[in-house]
C-alpha cells in the first residue's frame, strides 16, 4: 500500500541525493566559494542507499530520481544506479549537469537508466561561465547528443529533458532560443521559476514568471498547446504542430503543484524531507545505523508525512525560513 499523507496524496516517487559534492557554482543554488561539505562518514553508504529504496519501494514507490549536488562526482554513481536498476522501478531517473556524462551514458543506460534530466541554463558559452562560475558548455551539449544517439527522446522508451531555471536580467532572453531547440528535437526542454534556498541570495527582482516565457515563446513560435499533463506532474507541457519535443513549465513560486505532489526526498546525508521547502527533517541514516528494522523505517516516515502540509508558504515567506542550500537538498 502507498505511502499516503494526511491529505490523502500518495507518495510513489522518491528522490535520492547521491552527494552535496559539484563540480559547478551556479549562482542560484550555491555561493561563489561552495559550502561546509558533510563529511564522508555521515554521507549515505551504497548499501544504505539501496536498503532505503528498497524498503520505500516496498510501499509503493515505483520512481526514483538521482540527485546531487551532482550525482555523477560520487565515484560509484553506476554501481548505485545499477544497484536500484535491479528493484523493479516503473522510472529510474538521474538530474545531472551533464560535464560527466557523456562518459558514463553507456555504463548508467546498460545499469537501468530510463529517464535522464540535463540542467543547463543558457546556449551561450560566455553566459554559462557567468552562471555556473565554470566553463563546460560544449561539453554538455556533446553529451545531449550522445543521450539522443543512446535512445534518450521523449518519443521512445528512455525520456530525455532540459531544465533551464528562468533568472531576469541573466538568460530570459533565451526562452525563444530554447523553444527553436525543442521544436527541431525530441526533448522536452523545461523552464523553471528560480527558488529561494539558504545561501543563494534570492531576491523576488529575480523570478521570471511562467506565463512571461510563455509569452515570449508565442511572440517568436506561435501559440502553444497545451498537452494532457497528469495529476501530479511537475510542469505544464506544451507544443506546436509539426515539433519534435516539446516544453514544460514548473512554476514553483506562481503556480504551486503540491496538490498533486507524489514526492519524497532523501538528501546525500540520510535526512527525509517531506516537503522541498519544508525545513523539518527526519534522520533515516541515524536510524539505520541504530539498527531501525524496515518495518520501523516506513513506520517513521509515515510519521513524517502525517506532518506534510497542504501546501509550501508563499516565496517571501520562504526567502526568510531557514532551510538548507539546495545543493545539498538534491535539487
Not at 562526482?73 to 549537469?97: H, I, M, P, Q, Y
Not at 553566459?127 to 544517439?149: C, H, M, N, S, Y
Not at 513524517?304 to 545543493?327: F, Q, W, Y
Request: charged fraction near 25%; hydrophobic fraction near 45%; include cysteine.
Amino acid at each position: 500500500m502507498a505511502l499516503t499523507d494526511g491529505f490523502g496524496r500518495p507518495h510513489t516517487t522518491l528522490r535520492l541525493g547521491l552527494t552535496e559534492r559539484c563540480n559547478l557554482r551556479c549562482v542560484y543554488c550555491m555561493p561563489a566559494e561552495g559550502i561546509p561539505l558533510t563529511p564522508t562518514r555521515a554521507m549515505l553508504t551504497t548499501d544504505e542507499i539501496e536498503r532505503l529504496a528498497r524498503v520505500l519501494v516496498g510501499t509503493g514507490v515505483d520512481k526514483v530520481r538521482l540527485t546531487g549536488g551532482e550525482p555523477l562526482v560520487r565515484k560509484d554513481a553506476v554501481e548505485v544506479t545499477e544497484r536500484l536498476g535491479r528493484l523493479g522501478l516503473r522510472s529510474l531517473a538521474l538530474t545531472t549537469n551533464g560535464l560527466l556524462l557523456e562518459d558514463r551514458l553507456p555504463a548508467l543506460r546498460a545499469a537501468g537508466l530510463t529517464d535522464l534530466t540535463v540542467s543547463l541554463d543558457t546556449l551561450r558559452a560566455d553566459r554559462f561561465q557567468e552562471i555556473t562560475r565554470r566553463p563546460g558548455l560544449d561539453t554538455v551539449l556533446g553529451a545531449l547528443d550522445t543521450a539522443l544517439g543512446l535512445g534518450y527522446a521523449i518519443d521512445g522508451p528512455r525520456s530525455l529533458k532540459v531544465n533551464v531555471v528562468a533568472m531576469k536580467g541573466v538568460n530570459e532572453d533565451e526562452a525563444a532560443d530554447f523553444a527553436a531547440w525543442a521544436a527541431c528535437a525530441p526533448i522536452e526542454v523545461r523552464f523553471i521559476e528560480v527558488m529561494p534556498f539558504d545561501g543563494n541570495g534570492w531576491d523576488r527582482t529575480e523570478l521570471v514568471p511562467w506565463t512571461a516565457t510563455r509569452d515570449a515563446i508565442e511572440a517568436v513560435h506561435g501559440p502553444l498547446t497545451p498537452l494532457d499533463d497528469g495529476p501530479s506532474s511537475t510542469a505544464r507541457t506544451f507544443t506546436r504542430p509539426g515539433w519534435r519535443g516539446r516544453i514544460g513549465f514548473v512554476a514553483s513560486m506562481t503556480a504551486p503543484f503540491c496538490a498533486g505532489c507524489t514526492r519524497l526526498r532523501i538528501t546525500a546525508d540520510g535526512a527525509l524531507k517531506v516537503c522541498l521547502f519544508g525545513a523539518r527533517e527526519l534522520s533515516l541514516r541515524d536510524a539505520l545505523r541504530s539498527g531501525a528494522t524496515d518495518a520501523e523505517v516506513v513506520a517513521l516516515v509515515t510519521a513524517a508525512l502525517a506532518g506534510k502540509a497542504a501546501a509550501h508558504a508563499g516565496m517571501d515567506v520562504l526567502a526568510a525560513t531557514d532551510n538548507r542550500p539546495m545543493i545539498t537538498i538534491g535539487g
